[in-house]
Nanobody, 114 residues
Framework: QVQLVESGGGLVQPGGSLRLSCETSGMIFSSYVMAWYRQVPGKAREWVARISTGGTTNYVVSAKGRFTISRDNAKNTVYLQMNSLKPEDTAVYYC????????WGQGTQVTVSS
């Protein structure tokens, strides 16, 4: 079955960087639009970034210039490079795959704090 497994979260100081990975299996990865979302307790899940099958990227305004989404079709993996992190970036980050159906990973916690 389709599986999405996120990794790379953790605790980082403001201004620091993290690289999230989402490794997929059980799917034809190159056919899927991939996205990253985040969620803070008590709030709705928020879209952060998206990458098309052709590599076109889109970002939420708050992430533009700081985050970069990329994909490696040979490794069936999508990445989110996060730089200049701010406390308000603290959230659980989820990977999403879209092609006829929507699949989600289990999430990885990112905490930005001094």
């Amino acid at each position: 079955q389709v599986q999405l497994v996120e990794s790379g979260g953790g605790l980082v100081q403001p201004g620091g960087s993290l690289r999230l990975s989402c490794e997929t299996s059980g799917m034809i990865f190159s056919s899927y639009v991939m996205a990253w979302y985040r969620q803070v307790p008590g709030k709705a899940r928020e879209w952060v970034a998206r990458i098309s099958t052709g590599g076109t990227t889109n970002y939420v305004v708050s992430a533009k210039g700081r985050f970069t989404i990329s994909r490696d079709n040979a490794k069936n993996t999508v990445y989110l490079q996060m730089n200049s992190l701010k406390p308000e970036d603290t959230a659980v980050y989820y990977c999403q795959a879209i092609y006829l159906r929507i699949y989600w990973g289990q999430g990885t916690q990112v905490t930005v704090s001094s």
